[in-house]
């Protein structure tokens, strides 16, 4: 793909370019404008946790051990969810299409509920994980699916395998994807998105799934760009203070 619009994969990451130059990812720009209380009091949570199961076995570490070994305790979990959520996804993208795929016994309840819903939903895919754009207001996502149900509407979906379900915020990163001016087809040509009637989160478990309904209105999407625009105010403020004055007698 030569275009000058597209999104880049490195490692474990991503990132967007638009006409040649790089613009903050959705994610990215909610991450860092909307505070994350749930996620906070869960690292907290997560750290106590290894702190009183682990009591001995960490009291036998020397000190700065021990230490990074708590520091890191909500790394470590928030690593291996995301690496099956990861994995999770790339079988959703497969059995959207239609595909064959080798099932991991870990993850087979979460396919078996992919699967249910992609029965019980008739899902007609529009598409899927395709790079979508606003020149407006200089952002890039990648939703993962957008499909015809048997509701006969077109619904913007995002699929979830996290312990406790959606979070309400999910309601702006679904609006940010619905309101991108144009998707990258497979060609890298810049289509029209296609107008979207619902969203929401197909959220995959061991024993089944849920289909979420969110709020992705224009209202939603005002609300987003406040957040983007948190996000950028904290990331340029680094550059707002100056060099120490000298002073005259000095």
Known sequence: MTSKTKRRNHG??????????????????????????ALINWAARTV????????????????????????????????????????????????????????????AGHVDACVRFLDEWEVEPLFTERPVFSREHLYGGSPDLVARLRDGKTWLLDWKTNTN?????????????????????????????????????????ADGYDLFPFEAGPDVFRQFLYIAEVSRAAQDCRDYQGDPLIGVDA
């Open 12 to 37: 474990r990451g991503h990132s967007y370019l638009l006409d040649g130059h790089k613009v903050s990812g959705v994610t990215t720009l909610i991450s860092g404008g909307f505070p994350k209380t």
């Open 48 to 107: 106590a946790a290894k702190a009183v199961d682990e009591w001995d076995d960490l009291a036998k570490l020397p000190v700065s051990e021990r230490l990074r070994a708590l520091e890191k305790a909500h790394e470590v979990v928030r690593n291996s969810a995301g690496l099956r959520g990861t994995r999770v996804h790339e079988l959703a993208h497969r059995l959207t299409h239609g595909e064959e795929v080798e099932v991991p016994a870990e993850l």
């Open 165 to 205: 379900g959606p979070y309400g915020d999910m309601a702006f990163q679904l609006a940010a994807y619905r309101y991108a001016e144009f998707y990258l087809g497979e060609d890298g040509e810049e289509c029209e998105m296609p107008a979207i009637d619902e969203a929401g989160v197909v959220w995959l478990r």
